[in-house]
């Protein structure tokens, strides 16, 4: 275990915590992008194709 008044690793863990945040927030504002809500959009028409056409059987045997 590491000694709990390690400053070092308090400081660590904290710059980790605001890098998180930052990613966070930057993904929610290209999520509100409206080229990615064109994006995926098509991207889950296509994939809805590509499951379609998988053949699927009733059973499943090994």
Request: proline share 6%; hydrophobic share 50%.
């Amino acid at each position: 275990m590491q000694d709990p008044s390690d400053r070092h690793l308090a400081r660590s863990v904290f710059k980790f915590s605001i890098l998180y945040l930052m990613l966070l927030c930057a993904g929610m504002a290209v999520d509100t992008l409206p080229a990615v809500h064109g994006l995926t959009a098509s991207l889950t028409d296509h994939l809805q194709m590509l499951v379609s056409a998988l053949p699927i059987s009733g059973s499943f045997t090994p």
